[in-house]
Structures are given as structure tokens and as C-alpha cells.
């Protein structure tokens, strides 16, 4: 069983910076970890995942070159880190794991997210 804990959302001022942490316990070798969030009546999206080997994917072209996923292995955390914040990026964000590689949706393990405000 796989546990996640996100930590490091807030309120921030547009253009602003975030970084988010996620902690996971359990076994979590070979498995891929990611970021998605939801803002309120809107569908859950990825905004990244990184695989074991350390390839990265991003989700909307609006968040690539102002993320960026990183991951340590050995502290077993993933992180995300957020620049340039805009409005628009309020939302809760959440953690995931999933066995095996890159997946845009597909994960088994989900952490209770972390609130990301970003005002204008």
C-alpha cells in the first residue's frame, strides 16, 4: 500500500512561486508519480508525471516552461515546482503514483491534495 502526502500549497500573489511536496510511504519502486489538480467546476488535469527512469511529461501547453516536476529517490518525495503563478492556477493539487510507466490518467494511489491560491 502506497501512502501520499502532499504539503506546500498557500496563498500566493500572482507571479509568485510554490513549491509542492509529496511524501510517499510504502514501496514505490519502478512506480511513476504525479501532479494533477482540480479548481472548483472543473475536471481533474495532469500538470506532470515522472516515471522511475526520470522522464517527465506536462499536461496544458499554459503550465510547461513554469513547472517543473522533480522527484528524490531516495527520500521517496516528488516535487513540483511552480513559477510565474498565475490566477487561473488556483486549485487543489494532488498527488498520485501508479505502477509502471507515464500515464495522463491512470493512477492507483492518490494523496488529499494541497489548496493552491493564487491571487491577482
Known amino acids: 500500500q502506497v501512502q501520499l502526502v502532499e504539503s506546500g500549497g498557500g496563498l500566493v500573489q500572482a507571479g509568485g512561486s510554490l513549491r509542492l511536496s509529496c511524501a510517499a510511504s510504502g514501496r514505490t519502486y519502478g512506480y511513476t508519480m504525479a501532479w494533477f489538480r482540480q479548481a472548483p467546476g472543473k475536471e481533474r488535469e495532469l500538470v506532470a508525471a515522472i516515471s522511475w527512469s526520470g522522464v517527465k511529461i506536462y499536461g496544458a501547453d499554459s503550465m510547461k516552461g513554469r513547472f517543473t516536476i522533480s522527484r528524490d529517490i531516495a527520500e521517496n518525495t516528488v516535487y513540483l515546482r511552480m513559477n510565474s503563478l498565475k490566477p487561473e492556477d488556483t486549485a487543489n493539487y494532488y498527488c498520485?503514483?501508479?505502477?509502471?510507466?507515464?500515464?495522463?490518467?491512470?493512477?492507483?494511489?492518490w494523496g488529499q491534495g494541497t489548496q493552491v491560491t493564487v491571487s491577482s
Open positions: 498520485a503514483a501508479r505502477q509502471g510507466g507515464l500515464s495522463t490518467w491512470k493512477y492507483a494511489y
